[in-house]
């Protein structure tokens, strides 16, 4: 089968299990939607003393349910299937890039060039597969299968069963149409779906304010970052006339870098960056991401750990013909990138939700992506972006797994002693926090030591960039054994009840962490570093696979020079610096584990900081909702009364006053001079309607007397 022709079949498959849930999923699973709490009673009921014990099929639920079970994770399976088909047909091409188009679906819409003339903006439905897009739906069709099957246990008690597996399966369809498009306008079409998938699974528990509040914020902070970027894409048409990938990378080749200041080209590519940090939750966009834990675990890992937050990365390096001739905007991307690492990877010091401190991580880790963006080590950017797919959905679905045995507990500080009661959950998560601790073997020091070397080393990157990436190494290993040590050592802190029932998942949630596990593992080994001669030249697959993406100028910048003895000084030094940050958190929270809250009161204000996550929530809340939004709609409403309802009135009252004046003149002076001349005609009419009476008697009898007068006249005469 030529897999390449039907690659446009890889987004329909989840399409076609969402379209089959919102058609017909209520009648596969006819439960009643309402809350855990008005269901809770009925779990006890039907469950008995062992509620806990089973985490999937409820007995009243409808049998048909295990259609959904087998249909939705089934589509996502398929897509997988025909994208390694695909990837393993395209490595055999010569030139690593095909495409498939459909048909034109803008077609010739005038649009006003920059220089006067007219031109036609058209865009096709077109799919686009070479190595970069390779990558992106091996990740999103692989992860999300697993995430999906995942669900299958995690979601078993839930209402809504159909409707969660229809928006996840949305989801996965809008994101592989972002990966796929061959231009800006439909990958345009792939960001608003996933943002909108994004709203619908945050939203999930819509009968929780805090889920629905999360979900509204989501969407909004996205929308502006939305505006930019379609922008962008309006001045990529503007410079180049078209908006396929290909097209503009052919356009762009002929022009030179911007070397000299801030122009057109740095505006679009900071444009696009702009949407991408709303997307990818970067400063100052960022806000959206930690409150998106209100939805439940599995959304957590698809969305916004391995896929969708990754979008505007992945934007960036598909347009990287344009950021190598936008140094500036480069180095606006890097420093952004490096300042949203270590801000994050602060705030996740002192979270105790186990959610929200791998969220913040989540945060942090994308600002290593954008560090290595800007560098121009585009390849180094998606490694990372491949590695920590496998990591971090391992862990917030491992930490789904600590939540299902803590029955609903999320707060570390009433966990404690678990990893002999659910150990699977304990390995698979200690080699995720391993891989993105960055300890060696692991797949996450592969691609954070490439990161920390091309920002030593490429022209682009700087000694502060560096310093910055390497002490938020540090801040990442503690944080994350801080997560561990809390949740799985010393003594268990849970309520007695809740102690009475910790037990392990099922194996349709256990498996997929193993399977996952072995990726954060064998991922890294695809990028060794350069350093690590002895090994065979295969093991630098990645970066040789991604290279025909980028353009020359961006290739060349990423390289930096080869220092091997010094790479091999700044990877060690980080490595014990990440073994520091293991050993510290295991001082605090495992041998001295009243320390912790001793640091915290001596903190002073900093530790309160930290907790409120630096305050911005409230900052943002006090300058744009308070102050912006509802301030400003509270001085408009006073400016459209005092100012827009008064003109209004004064100028109702000015009409009343001249329709008042206008009354008088044509009452008084139009209608009394009328009356007036009238009067007068009348009087002068009488002597005329004396003689023009109408009568014609009298008209003959006039004429008849003046004959007798002028007859007798003559007969006197």
Same mark, same amino acid.
């Not at 007995?59 to 399976?77: E, H, K, M, Q």
């Given at each position: 089968?030529?897999? %390449?022709?039907?690659?446009?079949?890889?987004?329909?498959?989840?399409?076609?299990?969402?379209?089959?849930?919102?058609?017909? #999923?209520?009648?596969?699973?006819?439960?009643?939607?309402?809350?855990?709490?008005?269901?809770? =009673?009925?779990?006890?009921?039907?469950?008995?003393?062992?509620?806990?014990?089973?985490?999937?099929?409820?007995?009243?639920?409808?049998?048909?349910?295990?259609?959904?079970?087998?249909?939705?994770?089934?589509?996502?399976?398929?897509?997988?299937?025909?994208?390694?088909?695909?990837?393993?047909?395209?490595?055999?091409?010569?030139?690593?890039?095909?495409?498939?188009?459909?048909?034109?679906? +803008?077609?010739? +819409?005038?649009?006003?060039?920059?220089?006067?003339?007219?031109?036609?903006?058209?865009?096709?439905?077109?799919?686009?597969?070479?190595?970069?897009?390779?990558?992106?739906?091996?990740?999103?069709?692989?992860?999300?299968?697993?995430?999906?099957?995942?669900?299958? #246990?995690?979601?078993?008690?839930?209402?809504?069963?159909?409707?969660?597996?229809?928006?996840?399966?949305?989801?996965?369809?809008?994101?592989?149409?972002?990966?796929?498009?061959?231009?800006?306008?439909?990958?345009?079409?792939?960001?608003?779906?996933?943002?909108?998938?994004?709203?619908? %699974?945050?939203?999930?528990?819509?009968?929780?304010?805090?889920?629905?509040?999360?979900?509204?914020?989501?969407?909004?902070?996205?929308?502006?970052?939305?505006?930019?970027?379609?922008?962008?894409?309006?001045? !990529?048409?503007?410079?180049?006339?078209?908006?396929?990938?290909?097209?503009?990378?052919?356009?762009?080749?002929?022009?030179?870098?911007?070397?000299? #200041?801030?122009?057109?080209?740095?505006?679009?590519?900071?444009?696009?960056?702009?949407?991408?940090?709303?997307?990818?939750?970067?400063?100052?966009?960022?806000?959206?991401?930690?409150?998106?834990?209100?939805?439940?675990?599995?959304?957590?890992?698809?969305?916004?750990?391995?896929?969708?937050?990754?979008?505007?990365?992945?934007?960036?390096?598909?347009?990287?013909?344009?950021?190598?001739?936008?140094?500036?905007?480069?180095?606006?991307?890097?420093?952004?990138?490096?300042?949203?690492?270590?801000?994050?990877?602060?705030?996740?010091?002192?979270?105790?939700?186990?959610?929200?401190?791998?969220?913040?991580?989540?945060?942090?880790?994308?600002?290593?992506?954008?560090?290595?963006?800007?560098?121009?080590?585009?390849?180094?950017?998606?490694?990372?972006?491949?590695?920590?797919?496998?990591?971090?959905?391992?862990?917030?679905?491992?930490?789904?797994?600590?939540?299902?045995?803590?029955?609903?507990?999320?707060?570390?500080?009433?966990?404690?002693?678990?990893?002999?009661?659910?150990?699977?959950?304990?390995?698979?998560?200690?080699?995720?926090?391993?891989?993105?601790?960055?300890?060696?073997?692991?797949?996450?020091?592969?691609?954070?030591?490439?990161?920390?070397?091309?920002?030593?080393?490429?022209?682009?990157?700087?000694?502060? %960039?560096?310093?910055?990436?390497?002490?938020? @190494?540090?801040?990442?290993?503690?944080?994350?054994?801080?997560?561990?040590?809390?949740?799985?050592?010393?003594?268990?802190?849970?309520?007695?009840?809740?102690?009475?029932?910790?037990?392990?998942? =099922? =194996?349709?949630?256990?498996?997929?962490?193993?399977?996952?596990?072995?990726?954060?593992?064998?991922?890294?080994?695809? #990028?060794?570093?350069?350093?690590?001669?002895?090994?065979?030249?295969?093991?630098?697959?990645?970066?040789?696979?991604?290279?025909?993406?980028?353009?020359?100028? @961006?290739?060349?910048?990423?390289?930096?020079?080869?220092?091997?003895?010094?790479?091999?000084?700044?990877?060690?030094?980080?490595?014990?610096?990440?073994?520091?940050?293991? +050993?510290?958190?295991?001082?605090?929270?495992?041998?001295?584990?009243?320390?912790?809250?001793?640091?915290?009161?001596?903190?002073?204000?900093?530790?309160?900081? %930290?907790?409120?996550?630096?305050?911005?929530?409230?900052?943002?809340?006090?300058?744009?909702?308070?102050?912006?939004?509802?301030?400003?709609?509270?001085?408009?409403?006073?400016?459209?009364?005092?100012?827009?309802?008064?003109?209004?009135?004064?100028?109702?009252?000015?009409?009343?006053?001249?329709?008042?004046?206008?009354?008088?003149?044509?009452?008084?002076?139009?209608?009394?001079?009328?009356?007036?001349?009238?009067? @007068?005609?009348?009087? !002068?009419?009488?002597?005329?309607?004396?003689?023009?009476?109408?009568?014609?008697?009298?008209?003959?009898?006039?004429?008849?007397?003046?004959?007798?007068?002028? +007859?007798?006249?003559?007969?006197?005469?």
């Amino acid at each position: 089968m030529n897999f %390449l022709d039907a690659i446009w079949l890889i987004p329909l498959f989840p399409l076609f299990g969402a379209v089959l849930m919102f058609l017909i #999923g209520r009648r596969l699973d006819p439960q009643p939607e309402r809350s855990p709490e008005a269901l809770e =009673p009925e779990l006890a009921e039907a469950m008995g003393e062992d509620a806990g014990q089973e985490h999937g099929h409820h007995p009243r639920f409808a049998p048909t349910r295990r259609l959904i079970s087998w249909i939705c994770p089934g589509t996502v399976l398929v897509s997988l299937l025909f994208s390694i088909g695909a990837v393993v047909q395209l490595a055999g091409l010569a030139e690593k890039a095909h495409q498939v188009i459909l048909y034109t679906w +803008l077609a010739g +819409l005038p649009f006003h060039m920059g220089d006067g003339a007219v031109g036609r903006f058209a865009a096709d439905l077109g799919f686009l597969l070479d190595p970069l897009s390779g990558v992106m739906i091996l990740v999103v069709t692989f992860v999300g299968f697993f995430i999906h099957v995942y669900s299958i #246990g995690y979601m078993g008690h839930e209402t809504g069963y159909y409707r969660f597996f229809g928006y996840l399966n949305l989801f996965v369809f809008f994101m592989l149409t972002l990966v796929l498009a061959n231009n800006y306008a439909l990958l345009f079409v792939g960001w608003e779906g996933v943002g909108l998938c994004s709203y619908l %699974l945050i939203g999930f528990y819509f009968h929780r304010k805090s889920a629905s509040d999360a979900g509204i914020k989501a969407f909004v902070v996205n929308r502006i970052g939305d505006a930019a970027f379609i922008l962008g894409i309006f001045m !990529i048409f503007a410079l180049t006339g078209t908006v396929r990938f290909l097209d503009v990378n052919q356009a762009l080749h002929g022009l030179s870098a911007e070397t000299a #200041g801030f122009g057109v080209l740095s505006l679009t590519a900071l444009l696009l960056f702009v949407g991408a940090t709303g997307k990818s939750a970067q400063i100052p966009l960022y806000v959206w991401l930690p409150d998106a834990m209100e939805g439940p675990t599995p959304v957590s890992a698809l969305i916004h750990a391995a896929t969708m937050v990754t979008a505007g990365v992945y934007m960036v390096a598909r347009s990287n013909a344009l950021y190598s001739l936008a140094p500036e905007t480069m180095a606006v991307v890097a420093t952004i990138g490096a300042l949203t690492a270590i801000f994050a990877a602060s705030i996740a010091f002192a979270q105790n939700d186990i959610k929200r401190v791998l969220a913040y991580s989540t945060v942090s880790q994308l600002g290593y992506m954008f560090l290595a963006a800007g560098v121009g080590a585009y390849w180094v950017a998606i490694f990372h972006l491949f590695t920590h797919a496998f990591f971090k959905a391992l862990l917030f679905l491992g930490s789904g797994s600590v939540i299902h045995a803590m029955g609903g507990e999320q707060d570390m500080r009433k966990m404690g002693g678990l990893k002999d009661k659910i150990p699977t959950t304990f390995w698979t998560m200690a080699v995720a926090s391993l891989a993105i601790a960055g300890i060696p073997g692991f797949a996450g020091f592969f691609s954070k030591d490439e990161i920390l070397w091309q920002a030593w080393s490429s022209p682009y990157g700087s000694k502060a %960039l560096w310093a910055v990436g390497t002490v938020t @190494a540090l801040m990442t290993a503690f944080y994350m054994w801080r997560l561990m040590y809390m949740t799985f050592w010393g003594e268990c802190r849970a309520d007695e009840h809740t102690k009475a029932h910790i037990h392990e998942s =099922p =194996p349709v949630m256990t498996v997929p962490l193993t399977v996952l596990a072995a990726g954060s593992v064998l991922a890294g080994w695809l #990028g060794v570093p350069k350093a690590w001669a002895f090994l065979p030249g295969s093991f630098h697959a990645f970066e040789h696979w991604l290279e025909p993406v980028w353009v020359a100028a @961006a290739h060349e910048a990423g390289q930096g020079a080869h220092e091997a003895a010094l790479e091999w000084a700044l990877m060690g030094l980080s490595v014990l610096l990440a073994v520091a940050g293991i +050993l510290i958190a295991r001082y605090l929270y495992v041998q001295r584990p009243e320390l912790p809250d001793r640091i915290a009161e001596a903190s002073g204000p900093l530790y309160p900081a %930290l907790l409120n996550k630096w305050y911005v929530d409230e900052i943002y809340n006090f300058l744009f909702v308070d102050g912006l939004a509802k301030g400003g709609g509270r001085v408009l409403g006073r400016f459209d009364q005092a100012i827009v309802d008064g003109g209004v009135n004064g100028a109702g009252w000015m009409t009343r006053f001249a329709s008042a004046v206008s009354g008088w003149w044509d009452t008084w002076i139009v209608d009394g001079t009328v009356r007036l001349i009238a009067f @007068a005609v009348k009087m !002068i009419s009488y002597p005329v309607r004396f003689l023009q009476t109408g009568f014609v008697q009298q008209y003959a009898a006039v004429i008849l007397a003046g004959m007798a007068v002028a +007859l007798g006249y003559y007969l006197i005469k």
